[in-house]
């Protein structure tokens, strides 16, 4: 039987490649495919980088003081330079300028956003009603996060006005600072109970227009809602929203 | 997300090819030629993509020459190497040998060469050389359509066997990927033959578009049945990934997946296919509804890429929330690069079709 001419072409160019193939294979030397060839340069490149991070060790040389604080706390796990950045400048010469500090609030949600996907139990805020527009430094050092606790004492029994008041403008403020308590309200709780601010001077003396503490919202006590105490229209464990 | 749009398109058209010779649809000849052309425009595009998410050009062609009976990534390389030197430029190569070598007799110098070299120098165009050359068509066709159905079954199998992620586990993923990839080929082939036809000068064949059109909705309702059951099917198990997926589907994926996908890219064009049926519209407006169709049609099953290889990776494998995807814009993987390699094919169709004019027919 006569081949047809299409097959015999096709074989050529089939045996074209092949041989190309087996070419490359068998022909090129090993060396030359070597993957050692390939990365021989690449750890020349990487280790010819400048180098940017002090390292963890470098910064408790100086810095004992913050790293006995820090190595029991929860950021015990993070090294300086996750927040502070890159440092070995000042690693090198501490007079060259101070490592970045973050202040500002949009910085620690980086971690501690909520996000459904992060781990159980890991502390996580919502930004917008969490102590809005205060930065997280006023309340929490970020070298032994712990925010400020309102005494077991009363959040034994007022846990809800302890979350409540742990999320508000009153974060920082002491139980005592505007109630007094007797000892025997521990024993009779409902017959002898805690003061309550009972004049409008109390509060004023933060948020009054002549007030001294300057990060409290003002208004003119002589006028504003004068015929009312201000916990009457203002909840004190949750003041006011942003 | 380009790759599997692109092998999908490859593999639809090729099937339409395969419908002219396997099951002697006479309709659709005037598209048989270009839809071949148009299968390996876009064929010799699809590995890019992968290319420039793996790097090293210089090594790629390890991929066609490096056997790994164990991993299902690495038998692309045979998959996609058989399909285009055994199955589709051989094809091509059959189809087109006799008119290339009288063209080549035909014509003027740089041409000549062109055609007489891509005919292998063969000079045979007796009947019995022809009629050797379409057994040749029809035996590879028979393999072809297999080779389709592997080429971009493939794509869904990757995407079906990954067991941890529940929007891609699914039996039905090969099957699926198949089915869509047969709507986007032919309405690609379909576009392509309503904007270069008027641009020859010549009249659209009626009858061919009217049966194209068949076959694209016959394909867009087995197409979208095969979703459906899939979504009721998984309602039905209720897994425990259900309730993350139907967040997913809520929010993330609502625009790409319940209004492109579902309603512009299925729904609609269905419907306005039901209409071209129902009322008996002039051949004007057919083109203009098959046009808008096969325009929302593509829109849809690109949707439907973007569903299945994003959405994938839109939420956490503990199915405890929804994670972010930002696109790049300049960047190697980038919106640009997709929009270049999207491109591409046209461009090499373009050349194709320059040096294999799928309508011009030798004289006997």
Known sequence: ?242 | MVYPYLTGLVAGAFILASLVKVFNVEEVRPTYRLSLLTALAFLLIAPLPLQLHLGHPLRSYEIFLTPNPTSAMAMFGFVYLWYLMGVLVLELWFEYRRDLIVWSREERFPMSLVHRALSLFSTDTSDAAVAFDRKAIQVITVIGIPSAFLLHGYVGFIFGSVKANPWWGSVLMPIVFLMSAIVSGIALVMFLYMVLTPLRGEPIDMRCLDKLASYLFYAVIVDFSLEALDFIHRLYQSEESIHILGTLIASKLFMSLLVIQIFLGMLLPVGIMIAVRLFSVTAELRKLFYFTAIILIQLGIFATRWNVVIGGQLFSKSFRGLTTYKMEVVGIEGLITALVLLALPFGVLLVLLKVFPPWRRAAA
């Open chain 1, 1 to 242: 039987m006569k081949v047809p001419e299409q097959i015999k072409r096709l074989a050529v160019v089939l045996f074209v490649i092949l041989a190309a193939v087996l070419l490359t294979r068998y022909l090129i030397p090993a060396s030359v495919v070597d993957p050692r060839v390939y990365r021989a340069s690449s750890a020349q490149r990487e280790v010819s980088k400048e180098i940017k991070f002090a390292g963890a060790t470098t910064c408790s040389d100086c810095h004992d003081d913050i790293n006995t604080k820090k190595k029991v706390g929860f950021h015990k796990g993070l090294s300086c330079e996750t927040c502070h950045g890159p440092s070995v400048k000042h690693a090198e010469d501490p007079s060259s300028g101070k490592p970045f500090a973050p202040r500002e609030r949009k910085f620690c949600p980086q971690c501690h956003e909520y996000n459904p996907s992060r781990p159980t139990g890991f502390p996580q805020i919502i930004p917008t009603i969490h102590n809005p527009l205060k930065p997280c430094i006023t309340c929490h050092n970020p070298h032994d996060p712990v925010p400020p606790q309102v005494p077991r004492e009363c959040s034994a029994c007022h846990a809800q006005i302890e979350r409540t008041k742990a999320l508000s403008r009153h974060a920082l403020l002491e139980c005592t600072t505007c109630h007094s308590t007797p000892t025997r309200h521990k024993q009779l709780p409902r017959s002898v109970k805690p003061t309550k601010p009972e004049s409008r001077e109390f509060c004023a003396k933060c948020h009054d227009t002549g007030a001294s503490r300057k990060d409290a919202p003002k208004v003119d006590a002589a006028t504003h809602g004068s015929r009312f105490l201000c916990w009457e229209c203002h909840y004190p464990h949750m003041p006011g929203e942003a």
